[in-house]
C-alpha cells in the first residue's frame, strides 16, 4: 500500500508486485474505476491479483474523491484526472508506456489520457468505458444525482443505522452534493475524436450486449484502427460485478498476446 | 508465533482501519465478524489486505483466501477465521522469524 501526494492531492495505490520474474517486455498495467460509488478495490479483488500473478506489475489507484483517497472540494473534471493519472505515475517513477485498464468512467479517463500522453500508452483495455461524446456529460451529471437521491433515498437511516455504514454513504452524498463533481463532469470537455484517430496503439474493448452506453463501443470502432471489440450476451454495463470470471479470461488472454508482441 | 500473538496484530490492524475511536465501542475478539460487527467495507479489507501481506508476506494470500469462499461465508467471516487462516499458512511455511 502506497499513499501519494500527486498534483496537490493525497491518493491511495495498491501496487501489486509480480511473483515470478518480470519479463522486460511487461509494461506496468494501472486499473482506473469507475465513477461515486466505485473505488479500486472493484478491480482488486477481480482483475488486478490475477494480472499480477501472471506476471505484470500492477498500479491500481483511488480516484481523487474516492475510496481512501483525499476528497478535495474541487478538480473533477476528466482534464484534472489525466493530470491526476500523469501525476501518480510520476510520484512512482513510471515514465515508460503502461497499459491501461479503464470500467466506466475509468475508460473515459484513459481515453483521455491516450490522446493527453500518447507516448505513455501502450495499450487499452476498455471495459463498458464511456466516451466523453457532445452530451455524455449531461447523461452523466443525471446518472450521478440519481445516485445522490438513491444514497439520501436510503432505508440506513440517520438514526437507525449502524454508526460505520451511515458515514459510508455520507462520503458518496459528500462527494456528489458538497463538491465540484456535477459541474466540473458538465463543464468537462468532449473528447476530441480527430486526435483520438492518432492513436494508434491496440485497444480492446468489452461490452454487454444490453449495456446502455454499447453505441459508444461502436462509435470507438469508427475511429481506433487497432481496436478489438467483445459483446458479452445477455450482460448489462455492470460487467465488472456480474462477469468477473468471464473478464478474467479475456484480460489475461490479452496481456498474454501484448506480452507476445512486446517481446517480439 | 501462537494464535494469541496473530490475534493481538491482527487486532491492531484492524483498530488502525476502522479507527481507534470507533473500535472503543467494540470488544474485538475471535468470534467478532468483518461485517456485522466492524462493518468493513470493500475498500478496507483491500488495506487490511496489503497490511496483512507486509506483515506476513505473500504465505498469507488474503485475496485467494476470500475467493475460496462464496459471498455469503464472507459476509459471516469472523477475526477467528482469519488467525486461523494465518496460523495455518505459517505452519505450512514454517515458523515467522520476527
Known amino acids: ?264 | 508465533m501462537t494464535p494469541d500473538q496473530i490475534f493481538a496484530e491482527v487486532r491492531a490492524m484492524l483498530i488502525e482501519i476502522i479507527g481507534a475511536e470507533y473500535a472503543l465501542s467494540l470488544d474485538i475478539d475471535m468470534e467478532t465478524s468483518f461485517d456485522a460487527d466492524l462493518e468493513l467495507e470493500s475498500i478496507e479489507l483491500v488495506k487490511l489486505s496489503a497490511m496483512l501481506t507486509e506483515r506476513y508476506g505473500d504465505r498469507v494470500d488474503f485475496v485467494a483466501f476470500l475467493a475460496t469462499k462464496d459471498l455469503d461465508e464472507i459476509i459471516e467471516m469472523t477475526v477467528g477465521d482469519l488467525v486461523t487462516h494465518v496460523a495455518r499458512c505459517q505452519a505450512l511455511t514454517g515458523a515467522l522469524n520476527d
Open chain 1, 1 to 264: 500500500m502506497t499513499e501519494v501526494i500527486a498534483n496537490g492531492v493525497g491518493f491511495h495505490i495498491q501496487r501489486l508486485l509480480p511473483r515470478q520474474e518480470l519479463s522486460r517486455s511487461k509494461r506496468p498495467v494501472v486499473f482506473i474505476h469507475g465513477l461515486a460509488i466505485d473505488n479500486l478495490s472493484s478491480f482488486y479483488y477481480t482483475l488486478a491479483n490475477p494480472v499480477a500473478h501472471a506476471g505484470s506489475e500492477v498500479i491500481l489507484y483511488d480516484l481523487r474523491g474516492h475510496g481512501l483517497s483525499e476528497r478535495p472540494r474541487t478538480g473533477y473534471q476528466i482534464s484534472d484526472s489525466v493530470a491526476d493519472l500523469a501525476a501518480i505515475l510520476d510520484s512512482l517513477g513510471v515514465d515508460g508506456p503502461v497499459h491501461l485498464v479503464g470500467y466506466s468512467f475509468g475508460g473515459a479517463i484513459a481515453l483521455s489520457f491516450a490522446v493527453a500522453y500518447p507516448d505513455r500508452v501502450t495499450s487499452m483495455l476498455l471495459i463498458e468505458a464511456h466516451v466523453p461524446v457532445p452530451g455524455w456529460a449531461e447523461q452523466m451529471a443525471a446518472r450521478i444525482r440519481k445516485i445522490a437521491l438513491d444514497v439520501a433515498g436510503s432505508d440506513v437511516g440517520r438514526w437507525i443505522a449502524p454508526k460505520r455504514k451511515h458515514a459510508r454513504l455520507a462520503v458518496v452524498d459528500d462527494l456528489i452534493n458538497n463538491t465540484t463533481l456535477v459541474t466540473d463532469l458538465l463543464a468537462s470537455k468532449p473528447l476530441p475524436q480527430q486526435e483520438l484517430r492518432m492513436f494508434a496503439r491496440p485497444v480492446r474493448a468489452v461490452y454487454g450486449a444490453h449495456s446502455d452506453i454499447l453505441g459508444h463501443a461502436h462509435l470507438l470502432d469508427s475511429l481506433l484502427s487497432e481496436y478489438t471489440l467483445t459483446v458479452l450476451p445477455g450482460l448489462d454495463h455492470w460487467l465488472l460485478s456480474n462477469a468477473p470470471q468471464v473478464l478474467r479470461g479475456i484480460v489475461l488472454d490479452w496481456f498474454a498476446a501484448q506480452a507476445e508482441v512486446g517481446a517480439r
